[in-house]
Structure formats: structure tokens, C-alpha cells
């Protein structure tokens, strides 16, 4: 049974920073591009970031609106994946979700959601002006 379980969301003042995690379970997590979504109250679901299977650093892909204040990383060993967020704005304030897709580049999760194999049950994260 696939698993993913998102964790460290909560509330923050704008400027703050939150770290999130995803731990897998269920997949081989080496094989597995592995990625963020987020769903704001009202609007639909969307993509923030991903980190490829392959898992070097030129293998991320970032949203625009998230670029130069999210990076996202992984460690194969612990099957885990992180978003480290700084300079947090209101604006991203939603539910995040975790999201897996095998073998695939982390551009292709970020330009079709529906190519998304496996989701999480999401962590809220709550930006305070």
C-alpha cells in the first residue's frame, strides 16, 4: 500500500519559514519523481515544486511565484522529500500535497498534474500578514 505523508505545516507571520516533509512508503522511492502542490480555499491545485527521480540539483523544477524562495530536496536513504520555505507570503497560504510519478522528469510533473501517480493527504500551512 503506497503511503505519502506530508508533515510540518502550521502557521507562520509573513517573512517566516516552514520546513515540509513527505515521507514515502510503499514505492521505491529512487524510482519516483517526487513533487509539491498546494490548493488555496476557492482555487484549484497547483504546482510548486518537483525533484526528479535522478534527484541531482539540476533535476528541480520550480514554480515561478515560488522561484528563489522554495527549494525542494531529497533523501533516497530515509525515503523522504523536503520543502524548505523562506520569506513566506500570505499568498502562500493553502493545503500542500505531496505527489509522486515515476520515472518521469520533474518538468513533466510540474506542466500535468494529471500525470501525478500517487498523492498525500495534504499539511495546512497558514501565512499571517
Known amino acids: 500500500q503506497v503511503q505519502l505523508v506530508e508533515s510540518g505545516g502550521g502557521s507562520v507571520q509573513a517573512g517566516g519559514s516552514l520546513r515540509l516533509s513527505c515521507a514515502a512508503s510503499g514505492i521505491i522511492f529512487s524510482r519516483y519523481t517526487m513533487g509539491w502542490f498546494r490548493q488555496a480555499p476557492g482555487k484549484e491545485r497547483e504546482f510548486v515544486a518537483a525533484i526528479s527521480w535522478s534527484g541531482s540539483a539540476d533535476n528541480t523544477y520550480y514554480a515561478d511565484s515560488v522561484k528563489g524562495r522554495f527549494t525542494t530536496s531529497r533523501d533516497n536513504a530515509k525515503n523522504t522529500m523536503y520543502l524548505q520555505m523562506n520569506s513566506l507570503e500570505p499568498e502562500d497560504t493553502a493545503v500542500y500535497y505531496c505527489?509522486?510519478?515515476?520515472?518521469?522528469?520533474?518538468?513533466?510533473?510540474?506542466?500535468?498534474?494529471?500525470?501525478?501517480?500517487?498523492w498525500g493527504k495534504g499539511t495546512l500551512v497558514t501565512v499571517s500578514s
Open positions: 505527489a509522486a510519478l515515476p520515472f518521469r522528469s520533474a518538468q513533466v510533473m510540474g506542466t500535468n498534474k494529471n500525470a501525478v501517480d500517487y
